[in-house]
């Protein structure tokens, strides 16, 4: 790794800093199976980087991290902090990183250029509006085209492709804006123009009685429970980020043509109309990355998902630790992952490097961020302990101390990834028993140490889909255990209803399973109330049904049976088990044999993955195709 460190560097001072750009660029390349970006020239590297390597904040000096209060120069803090990152085990500048020439580490610039070119929300399917992307790459460009440091770029941060809204946005559009009159044509074209199908799945605003009304500026249609809206919806999406993908690729292409377009850095979630859209327009699809439980584990989906919606390699432009023990005073205000001490830290984030790397698809993971944040919180009133250094320019050595090894093992775990792929499902599924008691109040999934001996990967939806979560599952002699991390963004005010969110549209966890006493059938759905917390946000409320044999929901009592985690949406964290009683024995022994089928199926039933097969509707008794299981012993 060390020797490695030395060729990229010498690699980079060859290319001559504010020389023009060499003819042979960085670029991706799979090796059985495996991603890389590679450097100039060819050889490959595991892009291991940190954001916002920069001096910092003037105006923030009394209480954030600002170089001049340590180094007497720009080139002194440069040089120095260059080589605190290469000591530690980082090869890469990530995004929001100072691009001086003084360091020869590559970079990652983030640049804004959709929302520069005002693509997201105004009109991006005007006649105008690939010049005028074009015009705008060519500024927010220009102050790297000439660094050979640069790889490629961010083309934004956190584009969500949040459907609903963009619904809903354009929609609600005066007709003189295009972007209106394309999801106008893809609503009349859905229905056949015929205005009854359209009634069968959306309820349109008072007054709104036809297509044409349609086209009025200020027009609505919510989702009517029990239709299929929300699929026209998720084409819309697909549209729209389709064409912002294509048109900042096609200007990053006009004005510097050699440098990887890498994406638009998806907020800690990922929209699966949106990835496929971008399919032909990346050269490396970015993600941000909330790690899913203090142990560091990654939900393995996530990855695995991409890994089949795209063609690309995937990096993972910000992942974090952070702790409520720190020397910056920081409070972490909000969800993201943030732990009780330092030590906590370490071990969490080391061992997320560890889970990111064995991903054959993922080239790169970039630490958010170099320091921690200013004292009192950023502008937009963030507050976290996220820095390798405090604000005060002193490392966290605990943290450190982890991630360095971690750091300089990662492009070996990365190159014997190839193996990493989940193995075809067994005739029999071998469900393991609990490591230790649960605990269905604590908040926390810290009582499943092994998260991967625990998971059934098996889970299928129809293509060109994928699982959009994990299911888990153990067993002890009270019963069957499960947990369920996965993600599903929903508008909860686009669905038109009176009273309480009906059970039909919501998030659901259906599960059947034959003990020996017969096929018993729950569902744990999840009901949205905005959340305590965080406002304009939701939280999920649990509910545990028994699903009788003519479709009835009788109601058990979840208390001490289900838990939802205090994720906010997008994120869905489950916990739950099924007591033996309720699968018609006295408790659950080694070697007794289960059938089963689990269904998991989004709000709206925009989608639903399954292991086994499904039956159809509530009322279905009997398990079709079932999974053939067995309570392992060890």
Known sequence: MRIFFKFLLATLVCLGLGAPVAAAPFGAVSDNGVWWLTLPGGPRFFSIGADTVNGGDKTLRDRGYYFENFYPTEAAWAADTQQRLYAWGFNTRGGWSDPTTAMTLPIVPEIDLGRNARLHWFDPFAPEALEKTIATARVVTAPYRDNPAVIGYFTDNEVGWWNAPLFKWYLGNEWAIYAKRHVWRMIYDHYGGKWNRLLADFVPAPGCN????????????????????????????????????????????????????????????????????????????????????????????????????????????????????????????????????????????????????AFPNVAGIHWFQYYDEPHGGRGDGEDFNMGLVDIHNAPYEKLLAAMVPANREAPAIHAASAANRPAPQPEVVPIHPAAQPLSLTDGSLADWPDKAGTRLPWFRLPAPYVPFGDVHMSWDAKGLNLFHLAQNYADLFLLAYEGEFPISETYQLQIAVDAGAGVRRFAACLLPRPHSKYSGRFELSPRLFRIEDDGSLRRIDETGLVQVLDKPLPHIALEMTLPASELGVAALTPGMPLTMHIGVTTFYREMTMRLGAAPRGFGKSAIDRPVKAVLADK
């Open 210 to 357: 036809s297509f044409e009304d349609l086209k009025k500026g200020g027009a609505e249609l919510k989702l009517r429970p029990g239709g299929q809206g929300i699929q026209l919806i998720s084409k819309v999406t697909a549209a729209c980020a389709g064409r912002y993908y294509e048109l900042v690729y096609k200007a990053l292409r006009a004005v510097d043509p050699t440098r990887l377009v890498m994406g638009d850095r998806l907020p800690l979630y990922y929209n699966q109309d949106a990835v496929l859209a971008s399919r032909g327009h990346l050269d490396v699809l970015s993600t941000n990355y909330n790690v899913d439980t203090p142990d560091g584990w990654v939900a393995p989906y996530y990855f695995e998902g991409l890994a089949k919606l795209t063609n690309t390699p995937v990096l993972i432009s910000e992942f974090f630790f952070a702790a409520n023990e720190n020397r910056s005073g920081n409070v972490n205000n909000g969800h993201l992952m943030h732990v009780a001490t330092q030590a906590e830290r370490a071990v969490g984030a080391a061992a997320a490097v560890r889970h990111f790397a």
